[in-house]
């Protein structure tokens, strides 16, 4: 299977702290040429953010995809916001208008504060059983040719019909993330591939297995993507004093936080970084630590062929998509493409091409 690769973009050139995430208003020539950047670099699809205050993920997708020909767009979205008979039209929509250019990221929402900013005041527990209802309703309406009942907890329908149905089929791939037994029983029966951050290699093959026969019971099939913050320079030496370079700036602008972590995903990234600085050689935690574990943040340190057989051994255990981003979205996308995804491409297909014991 190839190897498939994501990044993220921005709705505004980043600011502050290397740590960006999607925030501070929106420019329309900025999603444009950090889209393309993405696509000339070489990466398949790029994930659209979502926090309480952000600009709309489906606009900022249809916009990109706009200015781009093949790059795909993974729309982070919280079930709930919006009706999902309602967010299934307007999904089949955008995959339509986008030749299947699209996918979903499931995000039940970490933060309680952030989930309340918007007028959500459940519990998370409550949030995964209403997001597990929400995505089944989504997927049945894609998938009927004639109106539908729905008789569940959360929602109820009547004589319910999507008469866009997305290009994809059956319908756009749904990623989800989280550590919760919520989560993953979500996730087991309802999405198609689990978005996990970037763990220890034993940790990782733990989760996978796990996580596979979660999904046989449901008769279905476990994907996985992993993400990462990779640094990577001319020589590991170099590599190492750049990513400590980043850790001193984190700590000296507003991306450093002191508080408790606001997920079961996080909190097993902090407990990872109690136990050392660095994992497998290359999996460097203080960034992660720094953050509270706050977004993707641990990072792979060494120069690019390190960093791609790090990710390699990854690909091994059965994680087929990454999610890469830097800190550095001007320098970094270009030179991920030059000098990092080739490499893990190749590696990927001579893995691929190994004799299966």
């Given at each position: 299977?190839?190897?498939?690769?994501?990044?993220?973009?921005?709705?505004?050139?980043?600011?502050?702290?290397?740590?960006?995430?999607?925030?501070?208003?929106?420019?329309?020539?900025?999603?444009?040429?950090?889209?393309?950047?993405?696509?000339?670099?070489?990466?398949?699809?790029?994930?659209?953010?979502?926090y309480?205050?952000?600009?709309?993920?489906?606009?900022?997708?249809?916009?990109?995809?706009?200015?781009?020909?093949?790059?795909?767009?993974?729309?982070?979205?919280?079930?709930?916001?919006?009706?999902?008979?309602?967010?299934?039209?307007?999904?089949?929509?955008?995959?339509?208008?986008?030749?299947?250019?699209?996918?979903?990221?499931?995000?039940?929402?970490?933060?309680?504060?952030?989930?309340?900013?918007?007028?959500?005041?459940?519990?998370?527990?409550?949030?995964?059983?209403?997001?597990?209802?929400?995505?089944?309703?989504?997927?049945?309406?894609?998938?009927?040719?004639?109106?539908?009942?729905?008789?569940?907890?959360?929602?109820?329908?009547?004589?319910?019909?999507?008469?866009?149905?997305?290009?994809?089929?059956?319908?756009?791939?749904?990623?989800?993330?989280?550590?919760?037994?919520?989560?993953?029983?979500?996730?087991?029966?309802?999405?198609?591939?689990?978005?996990?951050?970037?763990?220890?290699?034993?940790?990782?093959?733990?989760?996978?297995?796990?996580?596979?026969?979660?999904?046989?019971?449901?008769?279905?099939?476990?994907?996985?993507?992993?993400?990462?913050?990779?640094?990577?320079?001319?020589?590991?030496?170099?590599?190492?004093d750049?990513?400590?370079?980043?850790?001193?700036?984190?700590?000296?602008?507003g991306?450093?936080?002191?508080?408790?972590?606001?997920?079961?995903?996080?909190?097993?990234?902090?407990?990872?970084?109690?136990q050392?600085?660095?994992?497998?050689?290359?999996?460097?935690?203080?960034?992660?630590?720094a953050?509270?574990?706050?977004?993707?943040?641990?990072?792979?340190?060494?120069?690019?062929?390190?960093?791609?057989?790090?990710?390699?051994?990854?690909?091994?255990?059965?994680?087929?998509?990454?999610?890469?981003?830097g800190?550095?979205p001007?320098?970094?996308?270009?030179?991920?493409?030059?000098?990092?995804l080739?490499?893990?491409?190749?590696?990927?297909?001579?893995?691929?091409?190994?004799?299966?014991?």
């Open positions: 299977m190839p190897a498939r690769i994501l990044g993220m973009i921005g709705v505004v050139p980043p600011a502050g702290g290397p740590v960006h995430v999607i925030g501070g208003g929106i420019s329309r020539d900025w999603i444009a040429q950090h889209s393309r950047e993405h696509e000339e670099a070489g990466f398949d699809e790029v994930l659209v953010g979502y309480s205050s952000s600009a709309d993920g489906l606009g900022v997708a249809l916009w990109g995809a706009a200015h781009t020909q093949k790059l795909s767009y993974l729309v982070a979205h919280r079930p709930g916001r919006v009706l999902p008979a309602l967010m299934a039209r307007k999904f089949a929509t955008l995959d339509v208008l986008t030749q299947g250019r699209i996918s979903i990221h499931v995000i039940i929402g970490g933060s309680d504060q952030d989930m309340q900013a918007e007028g959500d005041f459940t519990s998370k527990e409550e949030r995964y059983l209403r997001g597990a209802e929400y995505v089944d309703v989504m997927r049945r309406l894609w998938a009927a040719d004639a109106p539908i009942d729905y008789n569940g907890d959360f929602y109820k329908l009547r004589q319910a019909f999507c008469e866009v149905k997305p290009v994809q089929q059956p319908h756009p791939t749904l990623l989800f993330g989280g550590s919760s037994a919520g989560a993953l029983d979500m996730g087991a029966k309802h999405c198609d591939v689990f978005a996990m951050f970037g763990e220890p290699l034993a940790a990782t093959a733990a989760r996978v297995a796990d996580y596979r026969a979660r999904c046989a019971g449901f008769g279905r099939e476990a994907r996985f993507n992993m993400s990462f913050r990779p640094v990577i320079a001319e020589t590991e030496g170099q590599a190492w750049k990513a400590k370079a980043i850790l001193a700036q984190v700590k000296s602008s991306d450093a936080v002191s508080r408790a972590p606001i997920s079961h995903s996080a909190e097993r990234l902090m407990e990872f970084a109690k050392g600085d660095v994992h497998d050689e290359r999996l460097w935690m203080p960034i992660a630590e953050t509270s574990a706050h977004g993707n943040t641990t990072c792979l340190v060494g120069t690019a062929a390190q960093v791609a057989d790090a990710l390699l051994k990854y690909y091994e255990l059965g994680v087929h998509s990454f999610l890469l981003r800190f550095d001007l320098a970094d996308v270009p030179e991920f493409g030059r000098e990092l080739p490499r893990v491409r190749a590696g990927a297909l001579a893995i691929d091409r190994k004799p299966k014991p």
